[in-house]
């Protein structure tokens, strides 16, 4: 079972999910714990992403076919009827944010990656905090870095994004799933906390596992600004 599969699933249960209001229900059937069905379709889900995480795909989408039968369960005892997203994989928005400095193997192959989930939105970061987050400017200005990325045809649509919060990026995308870079400071679950807090849903939120090695040994845009200081 592929990654693309598997978080196209959990993401489809969580829009299923997403679609009832349990709060409702409740009042409606105060005989039936279905706040404690909500709980158990909320654990199963948890664990399908972080099979996913693991890269135990199979196991991911096992975990949250339990969680869709609970929620198919409400249609079957005539309770209520969850919405299951219609959309094609054409339409599922992935957001991805980036520096993008020097384009390499490494970006396209990330690039591809993300894009195998749906339609892909890149942020670039700004000069501005790529110097406070790094200490140093980026050698392609933003407006540079913003070009070449757009021209990828992995890329439907790439844009500067916000020089103070990150997240404002995200909230101008409103993302299904986001894919963090290998080496981005940022904990899956945190970012799928404050997505969650901001806009009211929860993407599925999964990380590219490593650099990839390309010219021999080199894995960055660091790396070749050091090989071609050496070379003089």
């Not at 990325?149 to 992995?154: A, K």
């Not at 904990?187 to 806009?199: I, K, M, S, T």
């Not at 849903?201 to 596992?209: A, E, H, L, Q, T």
Request: glycine fraction near 8%; charge should be neutral.
């Amino acid at each position: 079972m592929s990654e693309a599969k598997a978080l196209r699933y959990i993401f489809n249960v969580r829009e299923a999910l997403r679609s009832l209001d349990f709060e409702e229900l409740s009042r409606r059937y105060p005989g039936l714990d279905l706040r404690g069905l909500r709980d158990a379709v909320e654990r199963y889900l948890g664990d399908a992403e972080y099979y996913a995480s693991k890269g135990d795909y199979e196991t991911a989408i096992a975990a949250a076919s339990y969680a869709e039968g609970l929620l198919d369960s409400l249609k079957y005892l005539g309770l209520s009827e969850p919405r299951w997203p219609e959309a094609p994989l054409r339409e599922v928005r992935v957001f991805l944010g980036g520096t993008f400095d020097i384009i390499h193997p490494g970006h396209v192959e990330l690039l591809r990656y993300a894009s195998s989930f749906g339609k892909l939105y890149v942020a670039i970061a700004r000069d501005a905090n790529v110097v406070r987050v790094k200490g140093r400017r980026p050698v392609l200005d933003e407006l540079s870095r913003l070009k070449v990325v757009s021209s990828i045809r992995y890329v439907y649509k790439a844009f500067l994004g916000d020089e103070s919060d990150m997240f404002k990026s995200v909230e101008k995308v409103k993302p299904h799933i986001i894919v963090l870079g290998p080496d981005q400071p940022f904990e899956e679950d945190a970012v799928a906390g404050e997505v969650e807090r901001r806009l009211g849903y929860k993407p599925v939120v999964v990380r590219f596992k490593e650099k990839i090695a390309f010219s021999g040994s080199l894995r960055g845009s660091s790396d070749i600004v050091r090989a071609l200081c050496e070379r003089g």
